[in-house]
């Protein structure tokens, strides 16, 4: 796994169709568990993107170890992203081809991908599904596969969008203490303050700027408040305007 020194944002902002969607972001992230919370709409889904080297900044820069996040040759090591939807993310008919992808993208050979991805899923009971086709898996399964292919490609950092969302509670229970037990720096973005609630740090976006950076207790309290004040009023009448 490649060490990882932390992901850097100076006075990073993006826009979007003319709309200011990120505001002059300027963060170091080192600590070993990180959440950023906020409501929908609140730029979560930007930042994830733009940590990604998904989008670039419209201002200011984005770094990932020293590494521009856009130079994915350099990245691949350094970050992996968890999708909320893994259909937005599995490319390929069969669990052992879409596992050997990353690897192959890495620069090892079909023989060396193919053994790795073999070793994997021997070690996590499920050498099975190696011609198992990607679309007969269910949602939760899906997903695990999605995370066996980061962790194959060993990330210093992991990027988790909303990671619990649509998975039952027995699979949310495996999947939160399989992360948990990860080495690697987990960033996970949520609108679920549960999510969040062991973090080392809480980040809460808000409108596209950052409204409470801290440990969860005290942020994760003003969110909760917040949102609740929110909760009691009309608070999506603006939508009809």
Request: proline share 6%; aromatic share 4%; glycine share 8%.
């Amino acid at each position: 796994m490649t060490t990882s020194q932390g992901i850097s944002l100076q006075n990073a902002a993006v826009t979007l169709g003319g709309k200011r969607v990120l505001s002059n972001l300027s963060l170091t992230l080192t600590e070993a568990r990180i959440g950023i919370i906020g409501r929908n709409g609140s730029g979560k889904t930007t930042l994830l993107r733009l940590i990604a080297g998904l989008i670039p900044p419209t201002t200011g820069s984005v770094s990932i170890d020293g590494f521009d996040p856009a130079d994915r040759k350099a990245i691949l090591p350094r970050l992996g992203i968890l999708f909320q939807n893994p259909d937005h993310q599995i490319l390929f008919p069969t669990v052992a081809e879409e596992l050997a992808f990353g690897l192959r993208q890495q620069g090892q050979t079909e023989a060396q991908a193919a053994a790795a991805v073999t070793q994997l899923l021997q070690q996590e009971s499920r050498a099975h599904w190696a011609k198992a086709l990607t679309h007969t898996l269910s949602q939760g399964q899906r997903h695990y596969l999605c995370l066996l292919s980061i962790l194959l490609m060993q990330p210093g950092t992991i990027l988790l969008d909303e990671p619990f969302a649509g998975l039952d509670l027995p699979t949310q229970i495996r999947l939160a203490r399989r992360l948990a037990a990860l080495p690697q720096r987990m960033i996970t973005i949520t609108h679920d303050p549960a999510a969040v609630a062991v973090c080392d740090r809480v980040l809460w976006l808000d409108a596209g700027e950052i409204r409470a950076d801290g440990p969860p207790g005290p942020t994760l309290q003003a969110f909760t408040a917040e949102m609740a004040q929110l909760g009691e009023q009309d608070a999506d009448t603006h939508l009809a305007d």
